[in-house]
């Protein structure tokens, strides 16, 4: 019986059930979202500076994206995905508490700016709050890749 189990089990990793097929997947899933992330922050920047037409449901649904992303964070970072073809610091899973809620007040900060987007000028103190969220997680849990 062990054996067929065993067995069994076997058959599942062949699958493609394996430890370390599951460990990629959040980072991938993880770095996807950031490079969005990264995508609707370039649109904003965009717009700030006049390269885009300045459109303020754009710019909103940008900031919405983000928000959204940002809530799928904490669940992208799952303690056996530590180690990988990753930029993401082990401190992150000794301050989780911290990363979490700095991935929260991505979400907070995204959401409230919205409201006050209502011409070209009001993108420069949008993109500072957020900027600095992004910036300031970075700082602290994210290898410096320059
Ligand atoms: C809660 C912390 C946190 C916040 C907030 C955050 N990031 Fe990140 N970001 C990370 C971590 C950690 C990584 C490394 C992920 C990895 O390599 O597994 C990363 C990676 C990235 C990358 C590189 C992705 C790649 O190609 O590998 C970009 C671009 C990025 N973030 C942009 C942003 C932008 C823009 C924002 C704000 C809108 C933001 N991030 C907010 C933690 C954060």
């Given at each position: 019986?062990?054996?067929?189990?065993?067995?069994?089990?076997?058959?599942?990793?062949?699958?493609?059930?394996?430890?370390?097929?599951?460990?990629?997947?959040?980072?991938?899933?993880?770095q996807?979202?950031?490079?969005?992330?990264?995508?609707?922050?370039?649109?904003?920047?965009?717009?700030?500076?006049?390269q885009?037409?300045?459109?303020?449901a754009?710019?909103?649904?940008?900031?919405?994206?983000?928000?959204?992303?940002?809530r799928?964070?904490?669940?992208?970072?799952?303690?056996?995905?530590?180690?990988?073809?990753?930029?993401?610091?082990?401190?992150?899973?000794?301050?989780?508490?911290?990363?979490?809620?700095?991935?929260?007040k991505?979400?907070?900060?995204?959401?409230?700016?919205q409201?006050?987007?209502?011409?070209?000028?009001?993108?420069?103190?949008?993109?500072?709050?957020?900027?600095?969220?992004?910036?300031?997680?970075?700082?602290?849990?994210?290898?410096?890749?320059?």
């Amino acid at each position: 019986m062990r054996k067929m189990v065993l067995a069994a089990a076997g058959l599942l990793m062949a699958a493609g059930f394996g430890a370390s097929a599951q460990q990629d997947e959040p980072i991938r899933q993880r770095q996807d979202l950031m490079k969005n992330n990264q995508e609707q922050i370039r649109l904003l920047v965009g717009m700030s500076r006049g390269q885009v037409p300045f459109d303020a449901a754009r710019a909103q649904a940008a900031l919405r994206q983000v928000e959204q992303n940002a809530r799928r964070i904490h669940a992208l970072f799952p303690p056996d995905s530590r180690q990988g073809k990753t930029d993401a610091l082990p401190v992150i899973w000794e301050r989780k508490a911290d990363f979490d809620a700095r991935a929260a007040k991505l979400e907070q900060d995204a959401g409230a700016v919205q409201a006050g987007i209502t011409d070209q000028a009001s993108l420069q103190p949008a993109l500072q709050r957020i900027g600095q969220t992004c910036g300031g997680c970075h700082e602290t849990y994210r290898r410096k890749t320059t």
